[in-house]
């Protein structure tokens, strides 16, 4: 297919969703390799990537959906590491906790669809500000990231943090909660245009009842009201449950999330049409919503390997951080890291409003491109009380380019950070960057990594 004057509302549905089977014309590449890692799994070091291309895509991605060995006693940790912080009673170490997890998981598929989804079931701790319900929701995400959206869904609307989030915790048939009815249809199923006033209506009674009581969810059957409603063209004496289940049937649940999965891991520049979208969600919808099939199918798709895909979205804060520091081998403060990212627009656990983040465009302006510069230079060079020297890049080069010089050593890591065609000018400034010993080493290295992050090029997933 040529991709001169393409756009996603002009692509063939059938190519789109084909299986990628690299060829002379379309060979697999470390450009491609560090792509799927970018989108997948915030980003690959030097050795995930030589491993890439050396078993080709539909290992690779077999291995970032199954996640690497030491995946169960990794969360086992993660699970235990939890409980003191639990015990604090204080919110705001949840999203340095997150981070440190993104960073080390043997697994980061499954943060980045959490990620997804903790997003698209937006709650923030700036409300509910108990820590134990915020991390209880954290983990129905996590479980069901990668499985069927039937149970995430029901388990999330019955989930004590997003009631409370929604002001639906004591639900009453003398005055149903239609916030939740009505966020649960446009947000979290069908989208806007898939449903009536009189379907909100419908539904908020039939979620009477709900409620939270000691930090758990409750039916209060006394509140409940049992009579007749119509959801959806569906009559019947509905409850709670009974509307997941219509929710769950409607094909514009499977065009919805579809559509949405799409501008996560294809792209955000453009909204993908109804044509593309239409046979992947029946087929999803099919499966009964199954979110590891349909990850899969985009991520061996000929779409995500296209022009239509590579650098067609602008890395979220988290995954300009985070894809940084998995490149590097680094490690890191994670509670400073999350005070930058709040200011860079992007505090975990503290979304902005129902909707979650705009992302896409509204992540860069001029402020927060020097932002970005600065946190990269706080990271890596050593010099920051924060950070310290968390992430050393002298051991990095000498264990994966033990005789480079300076030229080879700014090519090396241009490689690694990018994937992608420099400019000779670019390259001659990221060499003579790499021949000032200022500093030392680690601030030398700093230097070159600094200058490629800042670059236009590594903006973009």
Known sequence: MHFN??????????????????????????????HLYRRAAFAANWTQLEESLAVGPEAT????????????????????????????????HLPAWWLYVMLQSPHPLQE???????????????KVTDVKLMHDQHAILRR??????GPLLLESSRDPAMLLWLDAANNRKAQPNENFAREVMELFSLGLGNYTEQDIQQAARAFTGWEVRVGRFRMNRPQHD????TVLGQTGAWNGEDVIRILLEQPATGRFLVRKLCRYLVSDTETPPDALVESL??????????????????????????????????????????GLLRALEGTTNSYSLADDLRDLGQAVFFPPNVKGWDGGAEWINSATLLSRANLVWALTSGTDGRYG????????????LPRGGAGETARWFAELLLAAPLSDEVQVQLAALAGDSAGGDQQRLARIVQAIATLPEFQLA
């Open 281 to 322: 969600a029946a087929e999803f919808t099919s499966r009964k919503h199954d979110v590891g099939w349909l990850v899969g199918t985009i991520l061996r798709s000929n779409l995500f390997y296209s022009p239509l895909a590579v650098r067609q979205k602008v890395k979220a804060p988290v995954d300009f951080a985070i």
């Open 144 to 149: 069901h990231a990668l499985g069927n959206f």
């Open 112 to 126: 980045k669809l959490t990620l997804f989804w903790h997003g698209h079931f937006a709650t923030s701790a700036a």
């Open 61 to 92: 991605v077999e291995g970032l959906l199954t996640g690497a060995p030491g995946t169960a006693e990794f969360y086992k940790r993660v699970a235990a590491s939890i409980q003191a912080l639990l015990a604090s009673g204080n919110t705001q």
């Open 5 to 34: 004057q393409a756009s996603l509302s002009t692509v063939d549905p059938a190519w789109a969703w084909a299986r990628f089977e690299p060829n002379a014309e379309r060979p697999w590449s470390r450009e491609l390799a560090a």
């Open 389 to 400: 020297d968390k992430a050393p890049l002298p051991p990095l080069v000498s264990r994966h």
């Open 226 to 229: 049992a009579g007749e409603k």
